[in-house]
């Protein structure tokens, strides 16, 4: 689960296994909509994004999955050019479709990319966006830092991300829900995330806690996949994935109400 909108650097070898397959693709769109592989869909995108104007800007998507996200931050957003980058083929393979079908390639690429360093000039982008990725690359400060080196000048950073609410062993729940997830998960805490973020030299910095929305959506989430959506789902991704991740989501239910799994929104600045 998870922007798999997401995954810019899973730290894998070169021999990485694709994760999101078309089948758990294809489950993800089913709950949160075509193009959508993480919570909230389109609205939890405009919550990120609130306040900041893309218009003309030059915007990196990190971790674009399928690219309902990439593609609405030029088509809806207004961005004068949106580079997704993403390390999976699967998910790639969806997103340039999407975009050659919907007229965008002048406007939206995709590209693949290897664990690593961005592959960007320095002060290349006025906004870098991530819809739940970074929790695939362990190394926070790694990653922030190079983030802050591809924006422009009082370019912006917004992202959402998963995190754990202490950087102490997991939980015994919090460890079978991550073994439920079967996802390469690297995930830390609001402290280890806005420390990274002014290592990075970010200015502005705001991190604000979702789990109280979470909680309550993923419970509507589960309470679909148990009732009307159930056959939809089963239709678009077999049996066996839909009753495993049936049970995925009983387990994130049980530390998101304990709050050891804490979405959050984040955010950053570069100076001037």
Not at 29 to 42: C, F, K, M, Q, R
Request: glycine share 10%; with cysteine; proline share 4%.
């Amino acid at each position: 689960m998870t922007d798999a909108d997401s995954h810019h650097q899973h730290h894998v070898d070169r021999h990485h296994e694709e994760e999101y397959s078309d089948a758990l693709v294809d489950f993800l769109e089913v709950l949160w909509g075509e193009g959508y592989l993480s919570p909230g869909g389109a609205e939890e995108v405009a919550r990120v994004l609130d306040g900041i104007d893309l218009t003309g800007r030059r915007v990196l998507d990190v971790g674009c999955g399928s690219g309902g996200i990439a593609l609405s931050l030029a088509a809806d957003y207004g961005a004068a050019h949106v580079t997704g980058i993403d390390v999976e083929d699967t998910v790639l393979g969806k997103a340039q479709d999407r975009a050659a079908s919907r007229g965008l390639e002048g406007q939206v690429e995709f590209r693949k990319v290897a664990p690593g360093p961005l592959p960007f000039p320095a002060g290349h982008f006025d906004v870098v966006f991530s819809k739940d990725s970074i929790v695939h690359i362990p190394d926070k400060t790694a990653v922030f830092a190079d983030i802050h080196r591809v924006l422009k000048p009082a370019g912006r950073l917004a992202m959402s991300d998963w995190l754990i609410s202490h950087d102490d062993e997991p939980s015994p729940e919090m460890k079978h829900y991550v073994e439920q997830e079967g996802l390469s998960f690297g995930m830390a805490s609001p402290e280890t995330y806005g420390q990274a973020l002014q290592a990075a030299g970010f200015e502005d910095i705001r991190l604000t806690n979702r789990n109280a929305w979470y909680r309550q959506q993923a419970a509507r989430e589960l309470a679909m996949l148990e009732g009307d959506l159930y056959d939809r789902a089963v239709a678009a991704a077999g049996r066996e994935l839909v009753d495993h991740n049936l049970g995925t989501w009983r387990a994130m239910l049980v530390v998101l109400e304990t709050g050891e799994h804490c979405p959050h929104h984040l955010h950053g600045r570069k100076a001037a």
